[in-house]
């Protein structure tokens, strides 16, 4: 069997489509980690200790368990609730609440990065604990965070795939939709192979270059 | 191994040597001749090119202009043609990089067992008359994490003897020690000197090691060689102002002594160094003296 | 109804997906990781274009065009095998990276060391540079196996029974979809979380230097 370039070419636009809801569903999947890793991050430090066991307990489940698996759940325990989401934004959650375990870690390592003595040397000058946190810990602990956080924007764009599984109709999605109808493999999932890496492949040259500028500060 | 008369053809030749690092020219047409068995000491300021020399000999970088011969051969770092001259030398390095998953006395014998193919057996007793000639062999058995920095060099310098070099290079391996720890190293560097007819290669900022082991010092500046002469000549009338500052700058680093600016100060006595610690190569070093007087 | 003997069945050939997989991603890892820092350009770039081909896609996506795209050239392979190939490939490409960046990290003066005592390149490899570089390989390798555990849960989707399948099954013969998704997590939890504590545990150790 050939690859029909001409077909391939008709359900471009199809998958092109697709494609635009993929990278919608990791932009809100990623804008959700990121304010739930915060959120967790700052639950690990609580002073009760039963808010830090749930914090590390959630973090522990979502890590020990496939994205797929938790995805089926929402998908089923979310109109339990009377929450009848589009499929599309339940992927986004799903991918919030996964990831969020992720970026928690993420901005663990980024404060402990930064050495002890640098908040001892702000109490020392005497600084304010604004000024200690926007002064002096967060410009050094940012920095090395930023390649990380991209490492698993990457991660989440390539787990989206998945979100076909309960019905939305993403990039993968739309390839299944073709295949579905037409019968033809080869050139629905050979395009989706080559847009991921159209996508991908450019942003790890970023993060890469990100790693390097920001890894030459320290 | 030639034992008596020294062989006429050099050891190694540098001819218009040159090396950069991108645009950083760093050896800017050296040129040197070691005579095979001379014990060459190599001095100059950080960043003068010194460890570059020697780096290049050993075949660790590619050259970037001019020719290297090493025993009458056109010797190219890498190339298969070359090999056999680059089997002939051998490299004790200022962070000793020493195997740390290795035993002392495995360090020793890899290369000779790995590489030339001595029995292990005949191997092992040979590490063990090198670590009795560097003080150690009681730390055969030990890890090399286990040794002090001293210890570890001389360890390294056994291991870079038990594959039977005729050049060795030394790239400041005292450099790296707490200073209480750099006399044991100096000393078997000095009876290794003394009792060998190795040709060998110390980049050195011991001057009193210079001074007293060392056929001849050459002074570098720049990626050149701006002064070279038998030590005494050197280290007591210098030609070159910039060999008078440099001398300077080490004897006297806070400028404290008397006298004018540009007088020739001097180096530690012979003892400074300290007796041996290795008599095994103190007795062959009398003997040589006997039979010389 | 009791879900759970059918469940444990389920997370047995999890298990064995999971096994079969990182037999080929170790080996694979090791030949690709290799070939990244020969000195060789002819070895080097092919194994780039691996990595990248295999880090830059999906999973999921790799899983079906093994299982519905290689027939089409000639490759048949069952979905067990379509799917321990896809899995290992895929993550061989991550392990090539870890076998890499961990034979990097060993500090430059003991390849020096190897060629000043003429250790020819193979040599120090074998000799000086992995048995140095393997202990830094083992957390981040034990992290892939963990993802990879999970990672199998996709291979339910082109008609494996592990894990994942088996509950699905259950959810559509019963209903009892939210009870039956819970209980196939613990599953996964319990097999995936002792794993990760475990390999926590050796990253402690591992850390500290020779
Ligand atoms: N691998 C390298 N890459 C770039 N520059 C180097 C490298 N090695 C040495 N240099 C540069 O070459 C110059 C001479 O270095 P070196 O030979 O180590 O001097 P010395 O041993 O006399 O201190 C220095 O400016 C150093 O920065
Ligand atoms: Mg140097």
Known sequence: MKFNLEFALSILPELLQGAILTLAATLGGMALALVGGLILSVLQQARLWPVRFLANGYIAVVRSTPLLIQLFFLFYILPEFGVTAPAFWTGVLGLGLHYSAYTAEVYRAGLENVPRGQWEAATALHLSIRDTWTKVVMPQAIPPMVPMLGNYLIAMFKDTPILATITVIELFGAANQVAGITYRYFEPYTLVGLIFLALSIPSVLLINRADRRFSLVR | ?293 | ?210
């Open chain 3, 1 to 210: 109804m009791n879900f759970l003997p059918p469940l444990i069945q389920g997370l047995y050939n999890s298990l064995l997906v999971t096994l079969g997989a990182s037999a080929v991603a170790l080996a694979l890892s090791f030949v690709a990781g290799l070939a990244l820092i020969t000195p060789w350009r002819v070895l080097r770039v092919p194994a780039r274009i691996y990595v990248e081909i295999f880090r830059g896609t999906s999973a999921l996506v790799q899983i079906f065009y093994f299982f519905y795209v290689l027939p089409l050239i000639g490759i048949e392979l069952t979905p067990m095998t379509a799917g321990i190939m896809a899995l290992g490939m895929c993550f061989s490409a991550y392990g090539a990276e870890v076998v890499r960046s961990s034979i990097q990290a060993v500090d430059k003066g003991q390849w020096e060391a190897s060629h000043a005592l003429s250790f020819s390149w193979g040599m120090a490899v074998r000799r000086v540079i992995i048995p140095q570089a393997l202990r830094r390989m083992l957390p981040p390798f034990g992290n892939l196996l963990v993802e990879l555990l999970k990672a199998t849960s996709l291979v339910s989707l082109i008609g494996i029974t592990e894990l994942a399948f088996t509950g699905s099954s259950l959810v559509r013969s019963t209903g009892e979809n939210v009870l039956v998704y819970l209980l196939v997590m613990a599953v996964y939890f319990a097999a995936a979380y002792p794993l990760s504590l475990l390999v926590r545990h050796f990253e402690r150790r591992m850390t500290k230097a020779w």
């Open chain 2, 1 to 293: 191994m030639n034992n008596n008369s020294p062989n006429p053809t050099p050891a190694a030749i540098f001819r218009d040597v040159q090396k950069s690092f991108g645009e950083n020219k760093v050896l800017k047409g050296l040129d040197l001749t070691i005579a095979d068995g001379e014990k060459v000491a190599i001095i100059g300021p950080s960043g003068s090119g010194k460890t570059t020399v020697l780096r290049l000999l050993m075949g660790l970088e590619k050259l970037s202009g001019g020719h290297i011969e090493v025993f009458g051969k056109d010797y190219v770092a890498g190339a298969k043609a070359s090999r056999d001259v680059a089997d002939r030398i051998g490299m004790v390095f200022q962070h000793f990089n020493l195997f740390p998953h290795m035993t002392v006395l495995r360090n020793i014998t890899e290369a000779p067992v790995r590489v030339r193919g001595v029995k292990p057996a005949e191997a092992k007793k040979r590490a063990m008359n090198l670590l009795d000639q560097v003080g150690l062999s009681e730390k055969a058995d030990f890890y090399p994490r286990q040794l002090s920095g001293g210890q570890q060099q001389r360890v390294a310098i056994a291991r870079a003897l038990a594959m039977q070099p005729d050049i060795m290079l030394f790239d400041e391996p005292t450099s790296a020690l707490d200073p209480e720890l750099v006399g044991d190293v100096l000393k078997v560097m000095r009876d290794l000197a003394e009792s060998s007819n190795m040709t060998m290669l110390f980049v050195t900022h011991e001057m009193t090691f210079a001074r007293h082991v060392a056929d001849r010092v050459i002074f570098m500046d720049q990626g050149i060689v701006v002064e070279s002469g038998h030590p005494d000549e050197l280290f007591q009338a210098p030609h070159e102002q910039r060999t008078r500052n440099f001398l300077r700058s080490v004897l006297d680093p806070m400028g404290w002594a008397e006298g004018p600016k540009d007088a020739v100060l001097p180096v530690a006595p012979v003892d400074a160094i300290g007796p041996s610690i290795a008599p095994f190569i103190q007795d062959a070093v009398n003997e040589r003296n006997r039979a010389a007087n």
